[in-house]
């Protein structure tokens, strides 16, 4: 019985132990703001024609309004953030557990797109366009490639 | 764990032993603290009652400002205040190593003329609630 609880006391306790390993050094995190839009849903955008409430009604409201010399300014927005590390100094801790420096690799990136249209003194839709940039957004393991 | 012997000598592990170090390996991995599920919001979330008690052409910017309250932001175009309202929630999920955050923005716009009478209420539909998720390569 005593042998029994011994062999489970070091099964649980090496188990705590990978466990550790496995969460502590190694990271992916991804972090997204709102949906993205794509061509086809502002494909009923038409210039000098769709107004405001239409595009409110299919898209919602947007994210930023803005004054311009050019009229109003809408813009709708979607992040993506991509991050990955790993710290290979992470198990020395049970070697060394006084001093057990990081040695941290990693990287990421983020990026916006954004769906921008400006409207007239009536609400008109006068020009509108896509910036893409969320294709910036990676896991990076090596950070000192150009 | 022991192995049991059969009549025949063959040897082999019994289930149980085997299913109950699974369970206490998931039990670890996920409740000892490699799991994480997180949620926050930023600014109050403005309900769709209170906004369409907003009259075009009647109400005036105190009147928003009595049933909205002040606005986050107020923004000048062709010569018009805007009103702007946010909401912004987060759901964020942490497991063992993966880790996703999702935020969701909710915004309103109230268009004033140069009378200071409400114009347009630009609200669209609500975005659907956002989900708990850790997987990050999707």
Known sequence: MIRKIRTWFWIIA??????????????????TLNRPLSEEDVSFVVNGKTSLSEVVEQLGAPNQMLSSSGGTVARYQFTDGKYFRVDFGWGLRFLSPFYSPDLVLGGGGAGADVFQITYNDHWIVQ???????????????????D | MNPIFHQNGD??????????LAMCSILIFLLGNGCAFVRGNYGEDLNQGDIS?????????????????????????????????????????????????????????????????????????????????FWPFD
């Open chain 1, 14 to 31: 090496w188990l705590f132990v990978l466990s550790g390993c496995l969460r502590g050094p190694v990271a992916w995190q991804r972090v």
């Open chain 1, 127 to 145: 020009d509108h366009g896509f910036a893409f940039h969320s294709q910036l957004s990676k896991f990076r393991l090596w950070p000192f490639q």
């Open chain 2, 11 to 20: 040897a082999s592990y019994t289930k149980q032993p085997i299913s109950a």
């Open chain 2, 53 to 133: 008690t907003i009259k075009k052409g009647v109400s005036t910017r105190a009147e928003v400002a009595a049933i909205l309250g002040a606005p986050d932001r107020i923004v000048e175009a062709n010569g018009r205040d805007i009103f702007h309202y946010y909401h912004y929630d987060v759901k964020s999920g942490y497991v063992i190593i993966f880790s996703r955050t999702n935020i969701k923005s909710d915004d309103i716009f109230v268009i004033f003329n140069t009378a200071g009478v409400v114009e347009d209420v630009v609200a669209g539909r609500k975005k659907p609630p956002l989900e708990f998720q």
